[in-house]
């Protein structure tokens, strides 16, 4: 990478962090879905009454995919998520390479997101760009959904799982 030209591998890791960044996103919205489906589908069957031994188990079954998809959902995501970052960082690189006469976009990005300092520029209005309370709240939770969403739906699953199990026993 050192012998090619930085604007060519620059536009070309911007296409790939454009692309990984709407990917995850993608796949984090139909992820939500599908859970969002199995779990209407499970409460749906749950408020039956009587709940007859078939529709028990029915639940049991899509609580053991709901697990299953919750974990793939996880390690997908994961993976995503730091692709991007790898992506990002490099982008970093090559903007802080000393011969980078080009707008810092990804140094600022990073020093405004993750570092919460303030962006200044004198033909702006407001000129100084300050991070907020949200910013670093989004940074600590929002931003690590390849973790809170597996572990939200994963625990929903695992709580109507219990309790199926439970109604089968009784």
Known sequence: MDDADPQTTYRHLLDLWTSGVRDYHSLLSDYLT???I?????????????LTLIFTLLVIILCLFGVLM?????IVLGRFSAQTALWEWRLRGI???????????????????DQHEALAEKGNDPTVLQPNWALRQQHRWWARRDVSFPLFFGTVYLLFLVWSLTQLVA
């Open 70 to 74: 919750t974990l793939q959902m996880a």
């Open 95 to 113: 903007e802080g390479d000393a011969r980078w006469n080009q707008p810092k976009l990804f140094l600022d990005l990073h020093r405004y997101r």
């Open 38 to 50: 199995f779990v209407a589908a499970i409460g749906f069957l749950l408020a039956r009454q009587p």
């Open 34 to 36: 599908a859970n969002s």
